[in-house]
């Protein structure tokens, strides 16, 4: 199976606690699709890994190879992946059209030089 693109940059501790004993993983967030949820551009996201989510959770999902961060409503015949960003579109998608491959249950953002 295909998996959402990780970084080998290092590590990043994380408390155990946030990924409730399943694998997890960090990806570097790009593009501005997030901002009102305060997810920026350059920010990791900590995800853990699943193949599930509830509606309003932010997710890594899979749509014809590309990972897009986004948050999943389910609806009647169609799944929406809802940006946090008025200007940018919402994605529908029927269920076979996407995957899941994680919830985001972190946020870390670097500030100064690097």
Sequence with gaps: ????IQDDRGNL???RDLLRGQPGYALQ???DSMIDAG?????????????TAEDGDIVVA??????TLKRFYR???AVRLE????????????????????????VQR?????
């Design 83 to 106: 940006p946090a960003n008025a200007a940018m579109p919402s994605i529908r998608v029927s269920a076979g059209e996407f995957r899941i491959q994680g919830t985001v249950v972190a």
């Design 13 to 15: 501790t994380v408390r």
């Design 39 to 51: 997810i920026l551009d350059g920010d990791y996201v900590v995800v853990r890994k699943q193949e």
């Design 62 to 67: 899979l749509i014809e190879n590309e990972a």
């Design 1 to 4: 199976p295909i998996e959402a």
């Design 110 to 114: 670097l500030l100064g030089r690097q």
């Design 29 to 31: 967030v790009v593009g």
């Design 75 to 77: 609806e009647p015949d």
